[in-house]
């Protein structure tokens, strides 16, 4: 085994609570997890040696919301929009037809461009939804594509009904039958898009309880286009997280806080759709778990930029820097429950983002500006 100290780090952001950050800090490496952190100069030694030379050093973002299978793009609706057209989801269709035209290599490639820019810009740990095929065959081949390339994958056959479904209760009983048999093997979590002209209360509970008989982790996509059950839903089934959370009622942030359901916030989203920004701060004083995602898709949020949403979250959502970057590391680690990304702790993995500025405060401060320096994924330099 090889070890590695990170040195002369002018500010770490560990993500531990206790001690979140350290100046003129060092950390080191062995065998790919963090076992040391402290003062520069203080460490225990170490094999290699890496001078980060008054940089600020972060854990790798954890982008736990995106959909990057597959082909074609919105451009036109996205200028539709600009021009003062209404965000209704309705063109998630027309990536529906994209991408059943498309073969596993196109949508491979695609998936694979898309994961090396979030890597470039920080992003070590990635979830990865289907909801573009929609037909069995579609959404299982969508989902075996995405396992090559994160174990965070989720099932969204329920992200739209497709026109070609006989009915919307026929297309539930697919997405709960045939379908989920044949994606469930590729699959750690089963999702919904639970909002008016997608899948009502009813038909999102079925769902997530055919998912979870399956033995999927559930999370739901609530609250986007308007007030509604996704929620209250999202408490009731103890899902891990509700994603948007763009309009909320008082008693759906009670729910959340009550369950302990992470509130994924998506400001790409936002940003794309000139729609209303959701209320972190809102969402943080009720005792609610932030966690910020790109939401990476063709459509309403076509960004790879974890950097982007911090900068959107600090400006538009009402968080401080140090709660931005937190909801983006710390928080998109509990969005997928996972306790070894999104801290540099003794015993996390050890992926980590060196910065060209003194302190995280920049990617705030210098929106736009390409300040990852360098990307280490389990002690090893990826960018």
Same mark, same amino acid.
């Given at each position: 085994?090889?070890?590695?100290?990170?040195?002369? !780090?002018?500010?770490?952001?560990?993500?531990?609570?206790?001690?979140?950050?350290?100046?003129?800090? %060092?950390?080191?490496?062995?065998?790919?997890?963090?076992?040391?952190? *402290?003062?520069?100069?203080?460490?225990?030694? @170490?094999?290699?040696?890496?001078?980060?030379?008054?940089?600020?050093? !972060?854990?790798?973002?954890?982008?736990?919301?995106?959909?990057?299978?597959? /082909?074609?793009?919105?451009?036109?609706?996205?200028?539709?929009?600009?021009?003062?057209?209404?965000?209704? @989801?309705?063109?998630?269709?027309?990536?529906?037809?994209?991408?059943?035209?498309?073969?596993?290599?196109?949508?491979?490639?695609?998936? &694979?461009? +898309?994961?090396?820019?979030?890597?470039?810009?920080?992003?070590?740990?990635?979830?990865?939804?289907?909801?573009?095929?929609?037909?069995?065959?579609?959404?299982?081949?969508?989902?075996?594509?995405?396992?090559?390339?994160?174990?965070?994958?989720?099932?969204?056959?329920?992200?739209?009904?497709?026109?070609?479904?006989?009915?919307?209760?026929?297309?539930?009983?697919?997405?709960?039958?045939?379908?989920?048999?044949?994606?469930?093997?590729?699959?750690?979590?089963?999702?919904?898009?639970?909002?008016?002209?997608?899948?009502?209360?009813?038909?999102?509970?079925?769902? +997530?309880?055919?998912?979870?008989? /399956?033995?999927?982790?559930?999370?739901?996509?609530? *609250?986007?286009?308007?007030?509604?059950?996704?929620?209250?839903?999202?408490?009731?089934?103890? %899902?891990?997280?509700?994603?948007?959370?763009?309009?909320?009622?008082?008693?759906?942030?009670?729910?959340?806080?009550?369950?302990?359901?992470?509130?994924?916030?998506?400001?790409?989203?936002?940003?794309?759709?000139?729609?209303?920004?959701?209320?972190?701060?809102?969402?943080?004083?009720?005792?609610?778990?932030?966690?910020?995602?790109?939401?990476?898709?063709?459509?309403?949020?076509?960004?790879?930029?974890?950097?982007?949403?911090?900068?959107?979250?600090?400006?538009?959502?009402?968080?401080?820097?140090?709660?931005?970057?937190?909801?983006?590391?710390?928080?998109?680690?509990?969005?997928?429950?996972?306790?070894?990304?999104?801290?540099?702790?003794?015993?996390?993995? &050890?992926?980590?983002?060196?910065?060209? %500025?003194?302190?995280?405060?920049?990617? &705030?401060?210098?929106?736009?500006?390409?300040?990852?320096?360098?990307?280490?994924?389990?002690?090893?330099?990826?960018?």
């Amino acid at each position: 085994m090889t070890s590695t100290v990170f040195d002369r !780090i002018g500010l770490l952001y560990t993500g531990d609570p206790e001690r979140e950050e350290v100046a003129g800090a %060092a950390l080191v490496v062995e065998d790919g997890r963090v076992v040391w952190t *402290g003062r520069a100069g203080d460490d225990p030694g @170490a094999d290699e040696r890496v001078d980060v030379g008054g940089r600020c050093v !972060i854990p790798g973002f954890v982008d736990s919301h995106a959909h990057l299978v597959f /082909a074609g793009d919105r451009t036109a609706e996205f200028t539709a929009r600009m021009s003062g057209e209404r965000y209704t @989801a309705g063109g998630i269709r027309t990536t529906v037809e994209a991408t059943r035209a498309a073969t596993v290599p196109e949508l491979a490639a695609g998936t &694979a461009a +898309l994961v090396a820019e979030m890597l470039a810009q920080g992003t070590t740990t990635v979830e990865i939804k289907s909801g573009y095929g929609l037909t069995v065959e579609d959404e299982r081949r969508c989902l075996e594509i995405a396992r090559g390339f994160t174990d965070e994958t989720t099932y969204l056959g329920a992200h739209v009904v497709p026109p070609d479904a006989a009915s919307a209760d026929d297309y539930v009983r697919t997405v709960t039958g045939e379908m989920l048999t044949a994606c469930a093997p590729y699959a750690r979590w089963v999702d919904v898009f639970c909002e008016r002209g997608a899948f009502d209360a009813d038909q999102s509970r079925e769902i +997530l309880t055919a998912g979870v008989k /399956a033995g999927l982790l559930p999370r739901v996509h609530a *609250g986007q286009l308007g007030e509604g059950p996704g929620a209250l839903l999202a408490a009731e089934l103890g %899902a891990a997280s509700a994603d948007h959370c763009t309009h909320l009622t008082d008693a759906d942030v009670e729910a959340l806080a009550s369950a302990g359901v992470v509130a994924t916030l998506l400001p790409g989203a936002e940003f794309s759709t000139r729609s209303p920004y959701p209320d972190a701060r809102r969402l943080l004083e009720a005792g609610v778990t932030v966690a910020l995602a790109t939401d990476c898709n063709p459509g309403s949020s076509f960004t790879s930029s974890m950097p982007f949403c911090v900068a959107l979250a600090v400006r538009e959502m009402g968080l401080t820097p140090l709660e931005a970057v937190r909801a983006a590391t710390a928080g998109g680690a509990a969005a997928l429950r996972r306790t070894d990304v999104g801290a540099l702790t003794v015993g996390a993995r &050890a992926d980590l983002v060196v910065l060209d %500025a003194p302190s995280y405060v920049h990617l &705030a401060y210098r929106p736009g500006v390409p300040l990852v320096l360098q990307v280490w994924k389990g002690g090893r330099r990826a960018v």
